[in-house]
């Protein structure tokens, strides 16, 4: 337990106090003193058919969230760790009640039988999985789609209105490339107001990566660079923390690989190697060419469900290769979809930085409270004050105040320093290696090292009358994040 969730506990165990007598409030903060305690909450958001639910599967390594048009897509859908599979849909008005748990060709099927999705207030799914045992993810039905309804369903669980906190903690937001009208996808991401986000706790994926430039076996290669040049947009950097090309598809594919599958594209790799690519052209003539086949339309039109061309093109390739099996093949395939990159990222930004964004969120939810005013007089001032005392005196919260500023281009750092100092606040990943840009398991003597020469580096910004004000104090809080460096490895007094 970190001094900044003791802090935060503090904080919602004040008003719980101030609150008693407001059942609903009180029952209310306790559901965020449980939530503290909880897995990080990250909320997957994006437009319609972005590929959310598909990127969540492969997140997960299981088809557990529906990908069809159902009337499911439509919910807010919250999958937990749990010890056993269980469905539950929380009506807006009336008693939870649980769903049929049942599986078709190998993915969860979510009917919410009678109740039509403008019924629900979510659904949620435990499910036994390890990577959930960290995060729970929450799938959103997509944004700026035809039926207002929807999208003013996952605008009001991300951004609810100015006093209720958003439940998600963190956010990745999907976008799929759109030729020339970057700005335009831009204005929607920021139009929406995704989940109260802050650069701090968002990662955007550039998402359905294969499909760029048509599936061409080079696809996830000019993804990369799409990606590269978003992420160095001062724009974007303003709006998230990182953008990570993903083909979810092939990603989601990969986790839950058969055997039939492989033997399937097996069968393609053996067909000369021109041929099979005439037949990849497209969807008809690949389908075509499997009349009296050995591989037929019909698997065809299953390999293509669950691969795309990009993905069929790439499998029989690394089956030549010598992906002689379904493991070797999967691993291949998602070393090349961005998913491990992808999960670097939400490790580094959100897993590592969990305490404090669980803080932000409880902290942000005692606020709301104070500031819906529903009177407590007197009591509410040191409740207020202590929560400024938190966010003003946790070195954490600065620091994610600070890369947020230096994002947005409202702070600027030392240009020579500018990465080193952003890296030193915590901005690729809250370790002191991390900090430093070591690679992992550096021993600490040379930790300690970089550490002391960081902080005498940047001692000499703050020292440096030509800077202004607003850029020393950037510097000044460089060099508080060195001591605590130094101090977390045991050699500041
Ligand atoms: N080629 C390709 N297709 C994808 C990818 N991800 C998703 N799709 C396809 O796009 C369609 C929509 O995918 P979903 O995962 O349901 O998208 P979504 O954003 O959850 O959609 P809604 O919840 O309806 O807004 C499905 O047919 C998927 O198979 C991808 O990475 N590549
Ligand atoms: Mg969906």
């Not at 999958?79 to 049942?102: A, E, N, S």
């Not at 969860?108 to 629900?120: H, K, R």
């Not at 929607?188 to 048509?214: K, P």
């Not at 790439?314 to 999960?343: H, K, N, Y």
Request: glycine share 8%.
């Amino acid at each position: 337990m970190t001094a900044l969730a003791d802090s935060a506990r503090r904080v919602l165990l004040l008003a719980i106090d101030v609150y008693r007598h407001q059942p609903d409030t009180a029952r209310w903060l306790h559901d965020q003193l449980r939530r503290l305690d909880e897995p990080l909450r990250v909320a997957i958001a994006g437009k319609v058919k972005a590929g959310k639910s598909t990127l969540l599967n492969a997140l997960v390594g299981e088809q557990v969230a529906p990908t069809d048009a159902g009337e499911c897509t439509r919910v807010v859908t919250w999958y937990r760790d749990g010890t056993t599979p269980r469905i539950v849909l929380h009506p807006h008005i009336g008693t939870p009640r649980p769903l049929p748990v049942r599986r078709h060709d190998g993915a969860l099927e979510i009917d919410l039988g009678a109740t039509s999705a403008e019924e629900c207030e979510r659904v949620v799914v435990d499910w036994p999985a390890q990577s959930l045992r960290t995060t729970t993810l929450i799938d959103t039905p997509g944004i700026a789609s035809t039926s207002k309804d929807v999208s003013r369903r996952t605008v009001a669980f991300l951004d609810p209105d100015d006093d209720t906190p958003t439940e998600a903690d963190a956010v990745v937001y999907l976008m799929r490339h759109v030729h020339a009208q970057d700005a335009a996808f831009l204005e929607a991401f920021r139009d929406q107001g995704v989940a109260r986000a802050t650069a701090v706790n968002t990662v955007a994926v550039l998402s359905r990566a294969d499909e760029i430039g048509g599936g061409r076996v080079d696809a996830m290669f000019s993804a990369r660079g799409i990606a590269a040049r978003y992420r160095a947009d001062p724009t974007v950097r303003g709006l998230c923390q990182n953008v990570v090309a993903v083909a979810g598809l092939l990603a989601q594919t990969a986790r839950t690989l058969r055997q039939a599958e492989h033997t399937a594209l097996a069968a393609l790799a053996r067909t000369a190697r021109d041929d099979l690519e005439t037949e990849l052209l497209s969807v008809d003539r690949f389908l075509r060419a499997g009349r009296d086949a050995e591989v037929t339309t019909e698997v065809r039109d299953r390999l293509l469900a669950r691969f795309g061309l990009f993905g069929i093109r790439l499998s029989s390739s690394l089956i030549r290769q010598g992906a002689d099996g379904p493991a070797a093949l999967a691993t291949e395939l998602v070393d090349r979809s961005g998913l491990r990159e992808l999960e670097q990222v939400l490790h580094t930004q959100f897993a590592e930085r969990r305490d404090v964004l669980k803080a932000r969120s409880a902290l942000l939810a005692v606020d709301s409270v104070l500031r819906s005013g529903d009177g407590t007089g007197h009591h509410q001032g040191p409740l207020t004050r202590e929560i400024d005392r938190v966010l003003s005196g946790a070195h954490e919260f600065t620091e994610l105040r600070l890369l947020s500023a230096l994002r947005s281009g409202s702070v600027t750092l030392p240009k020579r320093d500018a990465d080193d100092g952003e890296r030193l606040l915590g901005d690729a990943g809250a370790s002191p290696a991390a900090r430093l840009g070591l690679e992992p398991g550096t021993p600490s003597n040379e930790v300690a090292d970089a550490a002391y020469a960081a902080l005498e580096r940047w001692h000499r910004h703050t020292v440096n009358p030509m800077l202004g004000r607003a850029t020393t104090d950037a510097c000044r809080a460089v060099v508080r994040s060195c001591e605590g460096i130094l101090a977390g490895l045991g050699t500041l007094a």
